[in-house]
């Protein structure tokens, strides 16, 4: 029964940098979009770029966007989760425990 602590910590991690990941990386994306819109020549592409990333958490979110994105997470998280279970079911397999 030792195993099963050192799972549950290894699911919990799993999870939860699985859940941080996509919003690190739509948040980074949309903040460096935002961010390019303040250059005189690129402001039209930063600003059609962050409000095309706006309206894509839109359509996830059923109209707020910061749902949107939290929805992304918890489905990465949901993912990351179960390929954390079917690998260590996999190891106590090959192991033969």
Known sequence: MNIMP????????????????????????????SLIGY????????????ESIWKFLVVFGNGCPIEGLLTIGLTCAFVGAMFD?????????????
Request: zero cysteines; glycine letters at 14%; aromatic letters at 16%.
């Open 39 to 50: 250059i005189p020549v690129l402001g039209i592409i930063g600003q059609s770029g962050a």
């Open 85 to 97: 279970t079917y690998a260590f079911y996999r190891y106590q397999t090959l192991r033969g425990n």
């Open 6 to 33: 050192n799972f549950f910590r290894s699911l919990l991690l799993t999870s939860f940098l699985s859940f941080v990941a996509p919003i690190l990386l739509v948040g980074g994306t949309l903040a460096g979009l």
